[in-house]
């Protein structure tokens, strides 16, 4: 994580908030059809094994690149950009093989000429709603780091959009926990919002929840089980019996400070 990343996240501090009767906190979320046990969907290069309480996400080849046959719903699989016609037959195989979903990776982008190796393949308002019609299922776009890539998500008809300013990182772009309340504040209400990018702990992930976040989709090596208890710890000294109850009250901050 970059250190700017680092940084911003710190800048909310949890306020303690102890004189209450919270004892376990339900950290559990009901997303994509699945009830999950928390609101952390972990980003994977390779399939591991996955139990019914969880959702992560994995790359589309490696997703195809399975026996056969159904995938289960315990995988959504990340798109990278493409020409559409490469997409398209990639959506519709495993739209057949029953994903709950797809991700579309639009912060990939970052890594074309002369950053990186991939080709340049920008998408259109009206890509977006073609690989929507294409899904069957909910689509989310990853890697929107701008209230105008949200509002043309939104306007495309996708379900969700993963804030997280990846696609920056060699323009000097903010953190993604800088920009988050202002898309969140245009976009709320017209399409889901969630948070992207490396965690250290399940204290960021509360951080990230109380900037209005849905869910955050993590990239890091810890086990689902350690962020969720962290969770659950930062939800009970902040008296959040549930994950409703995390909001902007539960953090401190000197942009909040000085309203």
């Not at 102890?18 to 980003?43: C, W």
């Not at 990182?169 to 992207?196: C, N, Q």
Request: glycine fraction near 8%.
């Amino acid at each position: 994580m970059p250190d700017h990343d680092l940084r911003a996240l710190e800048s909310y501090q949890l306020l303690p908030r102890l004189l209450h009767a919270v004892e376990n906190p339900d950290t559990s979320v009901q997303l994509l059809g699945r009830t999950l046990t928390a609101p952390i969907l972990p980003l994977f290069e390779a399939p591991i094994p996955t139990t019914p309480d969880t959702l992560a996400l994995l790359s589309a080849d490696a997703v195809l690149a399975q026996p056969d046959g159904p995938v289960g719903t315990s995988f959504i699989p990340l798109l990278k950009p493409e020409k559409m016609g490469h997409l398209m037959p990639k959506v519709r195989a495993l739209a057949a093989r029953g994903v709950p979903g797809f991700v579309l990776d639009i912060g990939a982008l970052a890594e074309t000429p002369p950053y990186g190796p991939l080709e340049w393949h920008p998408r259109t308002r009206e890509d977006l709603a073609e690989l929507r019609a294409a899904a069957g299922v909910p689509v989310w776009l990853y890697g929107v780091s701008s209230v105008a890539d949200a509002e043309t998500a939104s306007e495309a008809g996708l379900e969700g959009i993963v804030v997280h300013t990846g696609a920056g990182l060699f323009l000097g772009a903010p953190a993604t926990a800088e920009v988050f309340p202002e898309i969140f504040d245009a976009v709320a209400g017209t399409i889901a919002v969630y948070a992207g990018g490396a965690v250290r702990s399940g204290i960021d992930v509360f951080r990230y929840l109380a900037l209005g976040a849905e869910a955050v989709v993590v990239d890091c090596d810890r086990a689902l089980h350690n962020l969720r208890a962290e969770l659950a710890y930062a939800m009970r000294l902040t008296g959040c019996a549930t994950l409703a109850d995390i909001s902007y009250e539960a953090i401190f901050a000197p942009l909040f400070s000085e309203l």
